[in-house]
């Protein structure tokens, strides 16, 4: 299968870590405002990824990114099971109930990053560790130590 011909922005601007499309990343300190054109790039390398079978471990803190991305998943699901993709969102920071669910039927799995651990938001935690585990969703603990600190992780957890 041939790889798919993409303007040389979009390719610069993709990676295989946290941020598959680097204009797109969200804060839980402040209002994002991606175009639908940044979430036009996301949708086209999700799609790429999906076809080859390759993890994405995607940056979301709020949950109007991850409502936006699990919009993406499900379309993507219905070709491309994510539960044998293993697709993961990160941080989680304001994910809401009805997101962690959305993710836990598709088989996602969420990943909370200790440097977004926060006073609560909103009367509850941030990111909200009691919900991912009473819902039964695969989650687990996450570091961007080697982004924001030493190498180790264990510095940071």
């Known amino acids: 299968m041939p790889l798919p011909v993409y303007d040389v922005q979009v390719i610069e601007n993709a990676t295989p870590d946290e941020h598959t499309?680097?204009?797109?990343?969200?804060?839980?300190?402040?209002?994002?405002?991606?175009?639908?054109?940044?979430?036009?790039?996301?949708?086209?390398?999700?799609?790429t990824a999906a076809e080859r079978g390759w993890h994405i471990h995607e940056h979301a803190q709020r949950d109007s990114t991850a409502a936006r991305m699990l919009d993406i998943a499900e379309r993507i699901n219905k070709v491309h099971p994510m539960k044998d993709l293993r697709w993961t969102i990160a941080h989680c920071d304001l994910?809401?109930?009805?997101?962690?669910?959305?993710?836990?039927?598709?088989?996602?799995?969420?990943?909370?990053?200790?440097k977004t651990a926060k006073p609560s938001v909103d009367d509850r935690d941030s990111p909200p560790v009691s919900w991912m585990e009473e819902s039964g969703i695969v989650w687990g603990l996450g570091s961007d130590s080697t982004v924001v600190s030493t190498i180790n992780p264990f510095h940071s957890l």
Do not use: C
């Open 21 to 47: 499309y680097n204009p797109l990343h969200d804060s839980s300190m402040r209002q994002s405002f991606d175009g639908d054109d940044v979430w036009a790039q996301f949708d086209k390398l999700a799609i």
């Open 95 to 114: 994910i809401s109930r009805q997101s962690i669910e959305r993710a836990k039927k598709l088989g996602m799995t969420l990943a909370i990053h200790n």
